[in-house]
């Protein structure tokens, strides 16, 4: 009797040891030394491979992220910046605080029973602060919770998203602004990270801030949240720029990065007056510790 098959499908999804075979991290023999432990112990599949020294910790966590449809990327893929730590170490205490902030966002803006919105533009005083770094981590985990997310590279200044995501930056926001692109020629998504979109800012042009006062941004944002559930802003650094006004009233949330040690006081109250002034929601703030 010939039980040879290509595929044998068991129970509502593969199991780790399946999608380990099949991804090629795992020889069917190998699979086979694991299973004799799992039984004879009582051990979890994941648990034997490690003890074998078959697969490693990372292996396993992987493993389980596909199973459980929450996608990260392994140490060393050059798709992705490694500065987007959400990406690569979902698991970290810094991502874990993330998630909390995620949570706070959900139900404090992203919330139509609140009256939020979809928009949340990230802006701190001065560069050097992590505004980037916060905007790409935290669309990132947005995108792992299954939300619809689009990152925009706002800052027609110093852009960084397109740089963090390993995107061509010939065209973006500017090309849009500019009428020389519409959104789906200027716009990358990341397959491997759920399906997360960036918008990068596109060439720097001499006029950002007129570019930024057209009619055509605030239609863009109009229309973004028909088709995104979560839309982040990276912005240009407020104490050097009124772009950031502009662009804060077009998301109309806010949410405000200052860097331990490096942020000074002034700065941010005069950036908090500023949106205040401007009609633009603070949603709240966040203490950079790196």
């Not at 010939?170 to 716009?187: P, Y």
């Not at 912005?235 to 804060?248: L, M, R, S, V």
């Not at 949330?253 to 200052?258: D, H, K, T």
Request: proline letters at 6%; glycine letters at 8%.
């Amino acid at each position: 009797m010939n039980v040879m098959t290509e595929k044998l499908h068991l129970g509502s999804g593969p199991s780790i040891g399946a999608m380990l075979i099949d991804s090629g991290r795992l020889a069917p023999a190998d699979a086979e030394s694991i299973l004799r432990l799992q039984s004879a112990q009582g051990m979890r599949f994941g648990d034997a491979a490690v003890q074998l020294g078959l697969l490693s910790d990372e292996d396993v966590q992987q493993a389980l992220s596909q199973q459980y449809d929450y996608p990260y990327l392994m140490a060393g893929d050059e798709c992705v910046s490694e500065e987007v730590v959400a990406a690569f170490k979902p698991f970290s205490p810094f991502v874990e605080q993330l998630r909390a902030l995620r949570s706070q966002l959900l139900l404090r803006w992203f919330d139509a029973d609140t009256g939020g919105g979809k928009a949340l533009a990230v802006l701190s005083p001065d560069s050097g602060e992590g505004r980037s770094f916060i905007a790409a981590n935290l669309a990132v985990v947005f995108s792992q919770l299954g939300q619809r997310t689009l990152l925009i590279d706002a800052d027609l200044r110093k852009p960084r998203q397109h740089q963090l995501f390993r995107l061509p930056n010939k065209l973006g926001l500017s090309s849009i602004l500019a009428g020389r692109a519409v959104l789906t020629e200027a716009i990358g998504c990341i397959p491997r990270l759920n399906g997360l979109c960036v918008l990068p800012a596109g060439a720097v042009p001499p006029n950002p801030q007129e570019l930024l006062s057209r009619e055509a941004f605030a239609n863009l944002m109009e229309t973004l949240p028909g088709r995104y559930d979560v839309i982040i802003v990276d912005t240009p650094a407020a104490a050097e720029t009124a772009d950031h006004q502009t662009i804060a009233v077009r998301a109309r949330g806010s949410l405000v990065v200052a860097r331990r040690n490096v942020s000074f006081a002034p700065r941010l109250q005069a950036l908090l007056q500023s949106l205040h002034q401007s009609g633009a929601t603070v949603v709240g703030s966040v203490l950079n510790q790196g």
